[in-house]
């Protein structure tokens, strides 16, 4: 007889940081974890996930995934979103995880094996200045990692996202509402790619370098960074111009050769099919959590496997370890699969989800534990460590918001 999903529970946590989980358990004692964390609106999803998907579940036979998905996707009639598609996602993840464990297998041998003997990775070094970002530059190439992002203060601006002062940063800051950023997208592009030449003349030839400028551009503005860049011979630009208009790319690529990445904020593959078949970026970012889980995201994968579009996943420390590791085992399994990135966690983190993930050589690795290979610290997953926090807002001088 078919197993079946006895109890779904979400948990809504802060440990350091906010993270939505679900649980599902079945009748014959097997768990499968999902990730539901989409930053600044978590609540949402576990509410979808809780009064609308959890009754759903009860009963099913957790081995039907791809069933599932379709019952959650086209049943509802109100298609795609992130809040829907995150919290599809999680279903999704939790049973793939529960069908790894069933079989005894790390999820990586259940999606064909690995065609790769380790998985590359990047690292995020920022600094006000050029000193203190060649500082964590030097930290990321001294523990063995070879591609870094590399962000920086822009002189005039009092805040940059992306950067801080410390030397520890979180995208979302908790308080009651957003904070509030002006942002001078001359004075950016005055400023960055000399920072971004300093870097390269810093480290030399060999090591990948990124840049994000989330979504904060035009598109003939975009196109000068890209081209200013061009002599820096970047590994990606990233997010240069808002990710909804796709047209906005052609433009780009029209003028510079420097590689394109964007999709961190897509959530389905008809948010990326105009890009990927018409070849308007180089890699796709959707992140497993919020397109849909792996049964989804293995479709885009596969779409940009035809069209030379490489994989690489969005990573920031609001993907929890539970996303990240479904991630590092699609990474190693899947040809198309470029790099991972992995901003890295607060300690406390990844105490309250112990993985089986790991580093080694400034790359990445699966594990080889049945399943997503995570596990869940119950005592770092309170409800009342929960506090609400909000990705900051941009606006320009005039006091317009920034079209990210
Ligand atoms: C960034 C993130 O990691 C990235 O590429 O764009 O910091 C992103 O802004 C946050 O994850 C938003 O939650
Ligand atoms: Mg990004």
């Known amino acids: 007889m078919a197993d079946v999903i006895e109890k779904v529970e979400v948990l809504v946590s802060s440990p350091s940081r906010n993270y939505v989980t679900l649980r599902l358990t079945t009748r014959d004692g097997i768990v499968g974890l999902g990730d539901a964390t989409v930053n600044g609106r978590e609540l949402s999803v576990a509410a979808y996930l809780r009064d609308h998907v959890g009754p759903l579940l009860i009963g099913r036979d957790p081995g039907r995934i791809e069933d599932t998905w379709q019952y959650l996707y086209r049943g509802v009639y109100w298609r795609r979103g992130p809040i829907g598609m995150a919290a599809i996602g999680a279903v999704d993840l939790a049973l793939w995880d529960i069908l790894g464990k069933r079989t005894g297998q790390p999820l990586y041998a259940l999606f064909g094996g690995r065609v790769r003997d380790r998985l590359a990775t990047y690292r ?67 400023h960055m790619p000399g920072v971004i030449a300093g870097v390269r003349e810093h480290v030399g030839e060999g090591v990948g370098l990124l840049h994000d400028a989330h979504h904060r551009l035009t598109p003939i503005q975009a196109a000068r960074l890209g081209k200013a860049l061009e002599p820096v011979g970047m590994f990606w630009l990233e997010d240069v111009t808002p990710a909804e208009d796709q047209d906005a790319l052609r433009l780009v690529r029209q003028h510079t050769t420097t590689p394109l990445a964007i999709g961190e904020v897509f959530n389905t593959i008809w948010d990326c099919q105009y890009l990927i078949q018409n070849r308007l970026i180089d890699y796709i970012r959707a992140a497993v959590v919020h397109a ?9 994968f596969a779409l940009a ?24 085992h699609l990474g190693v399994a899947t040809h198309n699969f470029a790099i991972q990135e992995y901003m890295g966690y607060p300690e406390r983190v990844h105490q309250a989800f112990p993985h089986a993930w790991h580093v080694a050589e400034g790359h990445l690795q699966p594990g080889d534990e049945p399943g997503l290979g995570v596990e869940l610290n119950d005592e770092l997953h309170s409800a009342d460590d929960y506090e609400a926090a909000y990705l900051p807002i941009a606006r320009r001088r005039d006091g317009t918001l920034t079209d990210w």
């Open 124 to 190: 995020h070094a920022f600094g006000w200045d050029l000193p203190a970002l060649l500082d964590q530059v030097d930290a990321h190439l001294d523990a063995g990692f070879t591609n870094i992002r590399v962000q920086s203060g822009v002189p005039g601006l009092e805040v940059v996202y992306g950067v801080s002062r410390e030397t520890v940063y979180e995208p979302a800051g908790r308080a009651a509402a957003p904070a509030e950023e002006i942002f001078d997208a001359e004075a950016y592009l005055r």
């Open 292 to 300: 849909g889980g792996i049964s989804h995201i293995r479709k885009i």
């Open 305 to 328: 496997e035809v069209h030379g579009v490489q994989a690489a996943p969005h990573g920031p420390s609001d993907v929890s370890p539970i996303s990240l590791a479904a991630s590092i």
